[in-house]
């Protein structure tokens, strides 16, 4: 049982590459989120989904997309990186009936845009 | 608009010595109150949940939170914290009968001193 797993750990990637930072959870969860995490700033919520088929914004969702792609697998996409995107990005899931509100999350992926 | 505030962005502390973490937030409803700790390079992981019952709430490695809904507050307590303490703590919100989007902090670091 993994848990939540993000692929890849790191990226370095110039301004206007685009990348897919991937997240699978085996936790039969329901709900997938996606957040960045910048010093002094906590983590932001940029885009989630509640169930399969079904994505919303967050927070700070500009520059971003997003794809539900299964139950287990919710990716996030940058199609034209900027530096202000350099971040550590978290994903999690969560049901909330069944696993009373707690959300697990991911090992993270940093992101560098030069 | 939910909002949660973390008094302190940095607290040291000496080995054994008592700790508490502030956390203050703002909602206009019912609310679910967590903390989550991040050790370095590593992601979240739930210490403590407030869903309803006792305002006391008790979690791992010997932390508890105390629900005060007056004070619009819940803070953080440990009588004697570890080398092994050292992480960053956030506090986080979601309203009840939400999707389950969390609002967080921007963080405390806690370092713990031999």
């Known amino acids: 049982n993994a848990g939540v797993t993000q692929t890849p750990k790191f990226q370095v990637l110039k301004t206007g590459q685009s990348m897919t930072l991937q997240c699978a959870q085996d936790?039969?969860?329901?709900?997938m989120y996606w957040y960045r995490q910048d010093p002094g700033m906590g983590l932001r919520l940029i885009y989630y989904s509640a169930s399969e088929g079904t994505t919303d914004k967050g927070e700070v969702p500009n520059g971003y997309n997003v794809s539900r792609l299964n139950k287990r697998e919710f990716s996030l996409r940058l199609e034209s990186a900027a530096p202000s995107q350099t971040s550590v990005y978290f994903c999690?899931?969560?049901?909330?009936?069944?696993?009373?509100?707690?959300?697990?999350f991911g090992p993270g992926t940093r992101l560098l845009v030069l | 608009a939910q909002s949660v505030t973390q008094l302190d962005s940095q607290v040291p502390v000496f080995e054994e010595a008592p700790v508490e973490l502030r956390c203050n937030y703002s909602s206009s409803v019912s609310v679910y109150l967590f903390w989550y700790v991040q050790y370095p390079n590593q992601g979240l992981q739930l210490l403590l949940k407030y869903l309803s019952g006792s305002t006391l709430v008790k979690g791992i490695n010997g932390f508890e939170a105390e629900f005060n809904k007056s004070q619009t507050s819940f803070h953080l307590r440990k009588p004697s914290v570890h080398i092994s303490d050292t992480a960053e703590y956030f506090c986080a919100v979601s309203e009840k009968g939400s999707q389950g989007n969390l609002i967080f902090g921007k963080g405390t670091k806690l370092s713990v001193k031999p």
């Open positions: 936790m039969n969860h329901n709900s």
């Open positions: 999690a899931s969560d049901a909330p009936r069944v696993s009373k509100e707690t959300q697990y």
